[in-house]
């Protein structure tokens, strides 16, 4: 489940330029999340995922293109009003209502979750995670529960959190000592045994490439079907 509810006085104190940095990105005028990694097991797997968010007047608007060994696996679109999920495997799209007119994006964080697949999962936590902290609530960290261990260099900040074969670093920075930290890249991995995880993910804000239109038309032939997340989220 995204978004553990775990937080102590210690980690609020410890976690406070992730926090900072994490509000940074939930006010960015438009975010992309560009991870690649790859996945050890009987064979190694070359993992792409490329996520784009904006918000604004007009709603909540996303897309995230997700490839396996090179290949498109899965695509997402929000477009203010419907999520589309394209699953290449099945050549099958589901579409779910998130809000009308304008898209709500509680709504679209929490249908998220539900369609991503698991090797697209941590930009979606991390958009997650930056959206839906409030001022003033301690930080909840939906990674990887373990004591941070932060390292400060001048205008730079590391927050790694370690839990048995778990792990992910948050890169910050700032521009001058009276700048807030803002989030440049966030790494993790995962052994878990006979599979392993490893990650690494850019976080650039204020860009949205040209290409990216935030709209979906099904492709000719492939079904379209009603998500059984249309139903049952307010």
């Given at each position: 489940m995204i978004g553990m509810a775990v937080a102590s006085a210690a980690w609020a104190?410890?976690?406070?330029?992730?926090?900072?940095?994490?509000?940074?990105?939930?006010?960015?005028?438009?975010?992309?999340?560009?991870?690649?990694?790859?996945?050890?097991?009987?064979?190694?797997?070359?993992?792409?995922?490329n996520l784009y968010f904006v918000r604004n007047e007009s709603g909540s608007f996303l897309e995230l293109w997700n490839y396996r060994a090179g290949q498109l696996s899965q695509r997402l679109v929000a477009d203010g009003r419907q999520l589309w999920h394209h699953d290449l495997a099945l050549s099958q799209v589901e579409v779910a209502s998130y809000g009308e007119p304008r898209g709500r994006l509680e709504v679209l964080l929490q249908r998220l979750p539900l369609m991503v697949q698991s090797s697209a999962a941590q930009p979606v936590k991390l958009l997650q995670g930056a959206l839906l902290l409030r001022p003033g609530s301690p930080f909840r960290p939906w990674y990887s529960v373990g004591r941070p261990e932060e390292k400060l260099k001048e205008l730079n900040c590391t927050v790694t959190m370690r839990q048995g074969g778990e792990w992910t670093a948050f890169e910050l920075t700032k521009k001058t000592a009276i700048h807030p930290y803002e989030l440049v890249?966030?790494?993790g991995g995962q052994d878990a045994g006979a599979r392993r995880?490893?990650?690494?993910?850019?976080?650039?804000?204020?860009?949205?490439?040209?290409?990216?239109?935030?709209?979906?038309?099904?492709?000719?032939?492939?079904?379209?079907?009603?998500?059984?997340?249309?139903?049952?989220?307010?």
């Open positions: 104190q410890a976690s406070a330029p992730l926090e900072e940095a994490l509000g940074q990105l939930a006010m960015s005028n438009g975010t992309a999340l560009l991870m690649e990694g790859t996945e050890e097991g009987s064979r190694t797997v070359e993992l792409r995922t890249r966030v790494t995880l490893n990650w690494s993910m850019d976080v650039r804000t204020g860009f949205i490439p040209a290409e990216i239109k935030f709209t979906f038309t099904p492709p000719r032939g492939v079904k379209v079907v009603a998500s059984p997340q249309s139903t049952g989220i307010r």
